[in-house]
């Protein structure tokens, strides 16, 4: 059983920066790829960036250059750091991981960036 928890959104203004981290429970964490998703209203839930456990790193195109993830094994912890925020920015963002044939999701937290 895998459960994670996101936390660190909120309110920003346009070109300003925050950072989500997710935190993982369960000893499986080091070894799984962890990605970062997004759900704006009305939309699709969207790749926003993933990392597997040796550090390699995918972006979608649209947060290339201004959104970092990076991940603490040993906190079990996730992150995505996010610069240069725009308003269409604004969503859920949800943390995700893969064990086996099982999909385990964070219950979301809300980025809202205003201009």
């Known amino acids: 059983q895998v459960r994670l928890v996101e936390s660190g959104g909120g309110l920003v203004q346009a070109g300003g920066p925050l950072r989500l981290p997710c935190a993982a429970s369960?000893?499986?964490?080091?070894?799984?790829?962890m990605g970062w998703y997004h759900q704006a209203p009305g939309n699709q839930r969207e790749l926003v960036a993933t990392?597997?456990?040796?550090?390699?790193?995918n972006y979608a195109d649209s947060v290339k250059g201004r959104f970092t993830i990076s991940r603490d094994n040993a906190a079990n912890t996730v992150y995505l750091q996010m610069n240069s925020l725009k308003p269409e920015d604004t969503a859920v963002y949800y943390c995700?991981?893969?064990?086996?044939?099982?999909?385990?999701w964070g219950q979301g937290t809300q980025v809202t960036v205003s201009s």
């Open positions: 995700k991981t893969r064990v086996g044939p099982l999909t385990y």
């Open positions: 369960g000893s499986m964490f080091s070894i799984n790829t």
């Open positions: 990392i597997t456990s040796g550090g390699s790193t």
